[in-house]
């Protein structure tokens, strides 16, 4: 069946940097969308960061541009999203999904398939 499993959170002062990974499996990854979707405390989830199918274009939320680069390796069945220079305001559960499309999309709403999420704490 089809799973996705995300790891690489944490507890960081801010100005640090994670990376998170979403392991794939029951899926071929390559011909899937994916995305990245924070949600904060008390706020509704919302999407981060996407990456099209193959070797597809990505796109970011203005709130992480420059600072977060999300990337795939097919090969591996995994999904990455590098987070430099984290803030406070990053704090949250980071959910991965997969979406069979060929372009990604910031919509929760056009995915298929979740992870569980990964907690990522920012603070001093």
């Known amino acids: 069946q089809v799973q996705l499993e995300e790891s690489g959170g944490g507890l960081v002062q801010p100005g640090a940097s994670l990376r998170l990974s979403c392991a794939t499996s029951g899926f071929t990854l390559e011909n899937y969308a994916m995305g990245w979707f924070r949600q904060a405390p008390g706020k509704e989830r919302e999407g981060i960061s996407c990456?099209?199918?193959?070797?597809?274009?990505?796109s970011y939320a203005e709130s992480v541009k420059g600072r977060f680069t999300i990337s795939r390796d097919n090969a591996k069945s995994t999904v990455y999203l590098q987070m430099n220079n984290l803030k406070p305001d990053d704090t949250g559960v980071y959910y991965c999904a997969a979406d069979m499309k060929y372009y990604c999309s910031h919509f929760s709403q056009e995915y298929d398939y979740w992870g569980q999420g990964s907690q990522v704490t920012v603070t001093s």
């Open positions: 990456i099209s199918a193959r070797a597809g274009g990505t």
